[in-house]
């Protein structure tokens, strides 16, 4: 089955800075690719996401790349603020079986 | 738009016991996934309804079991309870499932088992 690995597992920001997350993915079959922010006491909110026909996506100062060809994805946040603070998820939905399986998060502090 | 909801928030059971989580989903959406979430195993998949049909299922015991209504609520029961189901329960529902529909997750039902 599908295995997404995720780096790092924990990352600090200054405020201001940007912060980068990676993820690999194992099933070439995998073709829908989003991201999710949970915070404490709440379930994951998806911010964003990427299929696999688009190299890139951008939502104000949230950006996804993906590599088809060395099966990787990333996460950017630019101009990181205090309430980017949180852990993110990615994850990938293989369309043989449509099951979708997250990375194991990374924890994102920003510094004020 | 109201949002997932999923009920109970938290749950406090005894070994051997059973139980059972609520969910409704978004208004519209006909399908709901389920997901164990731990420090350790991270999100791992339980299973997934669409129009009161089991669709997909993730590798769990048989312990572990869900149904769908015909309003798209969907319920998830866990018998004979271990201390390693601790866990939070996280429902998400999306328009169709798979075929690109995005995930909508619930705040979850955290349980604790004594």
Redesign the interface.
Same mark, same amino acid.
């Given at each position: 089955g599908e295995n997404v690995e995720q780096h790092p597992s924990t990352l600090s920001v200054q405020e201001g800075d940007s912060a980068v997350i990676k993820c690999t993915y194992s099933d070439s079959a995998s073709?829908?690719f989003?991201w999710?922010k949970q915070e404490l006491?709440?379930?994951?909110? !998806?911010i964003i996401?990427i299929?696999s026909n688009v190299g890139e996506k951008k939502d104000q100062r949230i950006a996804v790349t993906l590599n088809k060809t060395a099966k990787h994805f990333s996460l950017h946040i630019t101009e990181t603020q205090p309430e980017d603070s949180a852990v993110y998820?990615c994850a990938a939905?293989s369309s043989l079986?449509?099951? !979708?399986?997250?990375?194991?998060?990374t924890r994102l502090t920003i510094i004020p | 738009k109201a949002g997932?909801t999923q009920t109970p928030r938290y749950l406090i059971k005894t070994r051997g016991q059973q139980v059972t989580l609520s969910c409704s989903p978004i208004s519209g959406h006909r399908s709901v996934?389920w997901y164990q979430q731990t420090p350790g195993q991270?999100?791992q998949?339980l299973f997934?309804y669409f129009s009161e049909t089991q669709?997909?299922k993730?590798n769990f015991p048989g312990r572990f079991s869900g149904r769908q209504f015909s309003n798209s609520r969907s319920e998830m029961n866990v018998s004979t309870l271990e201390l390693g189901d601790s866990a939070l329960y996280?429902c998400?529902s999306s328009l169709a499932?798979?075929?690109?529909s995005?995930?909508?997750?619930?705040?979850?039902t955290r349980l604790t088992v004594t």
């Amino acid at each position: 089955g599908e295995n997404v690995e995720q780096h790092p597992s924990t990352l600090s920001v200054q405020e201001g800075d940007s912060a980068v997350i990676k993820c690999t993915y194992s099933d070439s079959a995998s073709n829908y690719f989003p991201w999710y922010k949970q915070e404490l006491g709440k379930g994951p909110q !998806l911010i964003i996401d990427i299929r696999s026909n688009v190299g890139e996506k951008k939502d104000q100062r949230i950006a996804v790349t993906l590599n088809k060809t060395a099966k990787h994805f990333s996460l950017h946040i630019t101009e990181t603020q205090p309430e980017d603070s949180a852990v993110y998820f990615c994850a990938a939905r293989s369309s043989l079986n449509e099951k !979708l399986t997250f990375g194991t998060g990374t924890r994102l502090t920003i510094i004020p | 738009k109201a949002g997932v909801t999923q009920t109970p928030r938290y749950l406090i059971k005894t070994r051997g016991q059973q139980v059972t989580l609520s969910c409704s989903p978004i208004s519209g959406h006909r399908s709901v996934s389920w997901y164990q979430q731990t420090p350790g195993q991270g999100l791992q998949f339980l299973f997934e309804y669409f129009s009161e049909t089991q669709r997909n299922k993730g590798n769990f015991p048989g312990r572990f079991s869900g149904r769908q209504f015909s309003n798209s609520r969907s319920e998830m029961n866990v018998s004979t309870l271990e201390l390693g189901d601790s866990a939070l329960y996280l429902c998400a529902s999306s328009l169709a499932g798979g075929r690109g529909s995005p995930l909508h997750f619930g705040n979850g039902t955290r349980l604790t088992v004594t």
